[in-house]
């Protein structure tokens, strides 16, 4: 096998000195290194790019993969640790009461949160992690005991951690303002979710961490905002879920009235009505001072058309009068 050229080294530096990057900027470098080609319209070449650099990771059981922040849906790709053990991913940088900090973390956001797959700032620093560590004394018979590194781990301490796991995306703020996973342990983490009885997506298949339920109390299926959208998106589409429950719409979902905010013709511009009704109005008036005339000071048929037509007129100069639809119903009246 050829060994990677330039353009592999750069991709695989640039995620690991900036971590993972969104499939914008992804796409973009990939674009920069490879002469200008884009890979929605490269797509071969893209995808035999990312098999060569995962061919030599492989050795060292990295993967170059791709994964979606379910909180927003955003697809980033990251250079991730392949094996199942989330201490493996943290173990470099943070200290054991850390690590078990995060666990309890991770064990709160994807198991107690519901389908929120968040938890607010105070649940965070309240989480316990002393059942997260557990060391066995050597001797037979003995009971377990914990470090004083676990025990003595402060409130301080856990808000430093949280802000160290927050900038390095290992958590994240959720749109709410609520603390949840980061992109980081979407993508590495995904063997480990899978895993932990997690219940999956009806579309996609991954983990549900935020997710909608079905309303049907009784029914299990699960579907991530993002794949919901992208299921109904077409207008005929079927709403029901397996269980025949109609999915109700999302938030900022397209309900498939496309029309449903523009105006109709009648209500376009109020320029259009005022000059109607003044048009009406000014009719109307001359009218009745006809009838009040009596009939020998009545104007002729010929003559009160004629001053129809000049309130007409007079009534489409008004300054937001509207455009040619009108002048083309005036001399219609005209013509009359």
Not at 11 to 31: M, N, T, Y
Not at 173 to 189: A, C, V
Not at 199 to 225: D, T
Request: aromatic share 6%; proline share 4%; net charge positive.
């Amino acid at each position: 096998m050829a060994p990677l050229s330039w353009r592999h080294h750069t991709l695989l530096q640039a995620l690991l000195s900036r971590g993972p990057l969104s499939e914008r900027d992804f796409h973009a470098l990939f674009s920069a290194i490879s002469g200008g080609k884009n890979p929605a319209t490269h797509r071969h070449l893209f995808n035999d790019t990312l098999l060569k650099i995962n061919k030599e990771l492989a050795y060292l059981q990295f993967e170059l993969r791709a994964g979606i922040n379910q909180y927003d849906g955003t697809v980033y790709y990251g250079v991730v640790n392949n094996i199942a053990d989330e201490e493996s991913k943290l173990g470099s940088k943070f200290s054991v009461p850390q690590i078990a900090f995060y666990k309890g973390l991770l064990e709160a956001i994807v198991h107690e949160a519901g389908n929120d797959g968040s938890i607010t700032n105070i649940d965070a620093l309240n989480t316990r992690i002393e059942n997260q560590v557990v060391i066995a004394d050597a001797s037979q018979g003995s009971q377990s005991r914990l470090p004083t590194s676990i025990t003595n781990f402060s409130l301080s301490q856990k808000e430093k951690t949280l802000n160290e796991l927050i900038q390095d995306r290992w958590l994240s703020y959720t749109p709410t303002g609520k603390i949840g996973l980061g992109i980081r342990s979407f993508l590495d983490l995904r063997s480990w979710l899978r895993s932990n009885d997690i219940p999956s997506c009806e579309v996609c298949n991954e983990a549900c961490i935020k997710a909608s339920s079905c309303p049907n109390e009784g029914c299990n299926v699960r579907i991530h905002g993002y794949c919901l959208k992208k299921k109904f998106s077409q207008r005929k589409a079927s709403r029901a879920c397996g269980c025949g429950t109609e999915w109700p719409r999302l938030e900022g979902e397209d309900d498939g009235a496309e029309d449903v905010n523009e105006p109709e013709e009648d209500q376009v511009p109020s320029a259009n009505q005022h000059s109607r009704t003044r048009r009406r109005g000014v009719k109307s008036e001359l009218v009745e001072e006809n009838e009040r005339a009596g009939p020998s000071a009545r104007m002729t048929r010929r003559s009160l058309r004629s001053s129809k037509a000049e309130a007409v007129e007079a009534a489409q100069e008004v300054p937001s009068a509207a455009g040619p639809s009108q002048s083309t119903r005036a001399s219609k009246r005209r013509k009359n």
